[in-house]
């Protein structure tokens, strides 16, 4: 346990978690925090509406990064518990896999043979189980691949209970399969998704409205206790034991984009999650993002999707925009969390439709940014020389967007990414540090919240700031290096306070 912590504590130290979107939230329980005050049962309990009695089909999904997956744990379901249970069904993780128990009245699950595909590092997992009484299946699911089913026998529906819809916990056993870490996304199906439906939306946030979705818990607007429900039904779940210290809701490093990435296709993410290209981006449609993402990083991420459109197009052009300016109608949407660097291959022929040349002056092009989707273009970098039609943009610190290849008839001035975003926390300052009491901060942005943690990772406070410039007393801090974190509505970041 202590190697983990200090891994945890060397992990955190290095976080600069200056995102570009700070609106995906997860529920969080900080493990060190929740062992050492009194272990409380959190839980979410989401009512006991006949709609969570998914008899015939279900799927249960959800993005998870655990304090560790090699523990029983329970994430969501609805059991009535008697001897024997013979009602329900559960989702959770046991020996780095997936754990998927449905009762139709006899015990079904996947079989887990050994050590699992999911990764003993606690980085974000996505999991999602189903059943249909139809096909006879359970089938389950760790980041949009299949990793485990068996068939259903006798493959009748899934008895009914009156009991509640309970996340974060076992429904049957308050205290005994407690889960703790982050939490994201949950979404609960009458369906059973195929993986191709899996993939297709495992990366983006929902609209609500889908076909088959029963419930939909992402906490971007989940405060104290309530946690509502953004699917077609409003099953809003109450949290248990919401002011303890050990849980809140925070800034998701799960890899899911927002509700423009929606509206995108082939959509595709690079975080870290096992040790095969976890910071590559290869799509179909022209375009390979590498990025800076290393090993354990477990808040940085990047979502990329395109909007299937081909040719060129003058709209949204650049301010006073050179002569013959031009664009590719294809746009790049991209979601970017973690202060996310890295490299931009372009192939022109799949990306564009070869309506832009290919092999003009090097100065005539360049890579366009909009933040919205009814802003002008920023020329925001010039490319290295193409080869054969193959561009590429070096040391990037992708920012969430829209981007396309421009191209003129004469040089394409460059503005630079300062035209683009002014980083939220430029003239934020902390001194002294070292600090023996009193501690100023000047430069804050407005809505900040400021949170302290200790290198163990257990958050010491949480604080509110209200003005550009306050004090706030650590003098009851004890002696050595905290982790500040700073968030608000334009962006996070960290910094380390040595308190003497």
């Given amino acids: 346990m202590r190697k983990f912590l200090l891994l945890f504590a060397f992990i955190f130290s290095v976080w600069t978690l200056q995102a570009q979107s700070t609106d995906n939230k997860c529920w969080a329980i900080d493990y060190e925090t929740w062992n050492t005050t009194g272990q409380p049962s959190l839980f979410i309990d989401c009512g006991n509406d006949e709609a969570f009695n998914l008899n015939e089909e279900l799927s249960l999904e959800v993005w998870v990064r655990a304090f560790t997956?090699?523990?029983?744990?329970?994430?969501?379901?609805?059991?009535f518990y008697q001897d024997p249970i013979n009602n329900g069904y559960v989702l959770g993780f046991e020996n780095l896999h997936v754990y998927a128990e449905f009762f139709n009245p006899s015990a079904q699950q996947v079989p887990r043979p050994g050590d699992g595909p999911i990764e003993p590092d606690s980085s974000f997992v996505h999991l999602v189980t189903t059943f249909s009484v139809s096909s006879g299946k359970i089938k389950n699911y760790?980041?949009?691949?299949?990793?485990?089913?068996?068939?259903?026998?006798?493959?009748?529906?899934?008895?009914?209970?009156?009991?509640?819809?309970?996340?974060g916990n076992a429904p049957w056993d308050m205290l005994s399969f407690q889960f703790y870490g982050d939490m994201d996304e949950v979404r609960v199906w009458n369906k059973a998704l195929s993986a191709t439906e899996i993939n297709a939306a495992m990366h983006h946030e929902l609209s609500g409205t889908e076909p088959n979705l029963v419930a939909y818990y992402n906490f971007n607007e989940a405060s104290g206790s309530t946690i509502p429900d953004s699917g077609p039904n409003g099953f809003d779940g109450t949290l248990s034991n919401s002011e303890h210290e050990s849980t809140g809701f925070v800034t998701s490093g799960a890899p899911v984009g927002n509700s423009i990435m929606a509206d995108m296709t082939d959509i595709k993410a690079a975080w870290y999650r096992n040790s095969e290209n976890h910071?590559?981006?290869?799509?179909?449609?022209?375009?390979?993002?590498?990025?800076?993402?290393?090993?354990?990083?477990?808040?940085?991420?990047?979502v990329v999707g395109q909007n299937e459109l081909e040719g060129v197009s003058t709209d949204f052009a650049p301010e006073n925009p050179p002569n013959g300016f031009m664009r590719s109608s294809k746009e790049f949407y991209i979601n970017a969390a973690g202060n996310v660097g890295g490299s931009l291959t372009i192939m022109l022929e799949d990306a564009v439709a070869m309506d832009i040349p290919a092999e003009a002056d090097i100065n005539r092009y360049a890579l366009l940014h909009r933040a919205n989707a009814d802003d002008n273009f920023t020329a925001v970098m010039r490319p290295t020389r193409p080869l054969a039609g193959v561009f590429q943009w070096n040391d990037i610190t992708f920012k969430d967007g829209f981007y396309a290849i421009g191209y003129a008839e004469e040089e394409f001035p460059i503005q630079g990414w300062i035209a683009v975003q002014e980083n939220a926390f430029a003239k934020l300052i902390l001194a002294p540090n070292p600090v023996k009491e009193s501690l100023q901060l000047k430069g804050i942005p407005p809505n900040t919240t400021l949170s302290i943690y200790a290198l163990s990772g257990a958050r010491i406070k949480t604080l509110k700031l209200d003005s550009f410039q306050q004090n706030i007393d650590l003098s009851n801090l004890e002696k050595g290096i905290y982790i500040a974190?700073?968030?608000?509505?334009?962006?996070?970041?960290?910094?380390?306070?040595i308190k003497q």
């Fill in 485 to 497: 974190v700073f968030e608000s509505d334009k962006g996070i970041t960290t910094n380390k306070i």
């Fill in 142 to 167: 760790v980041n949009g691949v299949l990793s485990g089913e068996t068939s259903m026998f006798p493959n009748a529906p899934i008895s009914p209970n009156d009991n509640p819809f309970i996340i």
């Fill in 69 to 79: 997956f090699a523990e029983n744990r329970k994430i969501m379901g609805k059991i």
């Fill in 279 to 302: 910071h590559r981006i290869t799509s179909d449609y022209g375009i390979t993002l590498i990025s800076n993402i290393q090993e354990k990083e477990f808040r940085k991420y990047l």
